[in-house]
């Protein structure tokens, strides 16, 4: 059974830097970021294959954010940088059992979410 846990939300100023966390137990090949704004839909941030050499990101997140993975850590990570205060969402891990995908119904494992709020 599969399990993804977030971490390291909080509250940042604009400008800040912030590093998600997400470890998962159990087997999960790609995995995901996704994030949703207060009073929005959740929203795609990008994406990272099984082995961790190939990443997708969204408009959003291009330039500014950076996914990356620890298989034997179990662990995904989500850098931010240059935060915005319309980066204020609940950040969601996602996980799948086959390739990258920008797709969120197919995503197959999620985590509970861990809040990033950006203040000005």
């Known amino acids: 059974q599969v399990q993804l846990a977030e971490s390291g939300g909080g509250l940042v100023q604009v400008g800040d830097s912030l590093t998600l966390s997400c470890v998962w137990s159990?087997?999960?090949?790609?995995m995901g970021w996704f994030r949703q704004p207060p009073g929005k839909e959740r929203e795609f941030v990008g994406t990272i294959n099984g082995v961790g050499d190939l990443t997708s990101y969204s408009g959003l997140a291009q330039g500014r954010f950076t996914i990356s993975r620890d298989n034997d850590k179990k662990t995904l990570y989500l850098q931010m940088t240059s935060l915005k205060v319309e980066d204020t969402a609940v950040y969601y891990c996602?996980?799948?059992?086959?390739?990258?995908?920008?797709?969120?119904?197919?995503?197959?494992?999620w985590g509970q979410g861990t809040q990033v709020t950006v203040s000005s």
């Open positions: 159990g087997r999960v090949y790609a």
């Open positions: 996602a996980g799948r059992d086959g390739p990258t995908t920008r797709v969120e119904s197919q995503y197959h494992y």
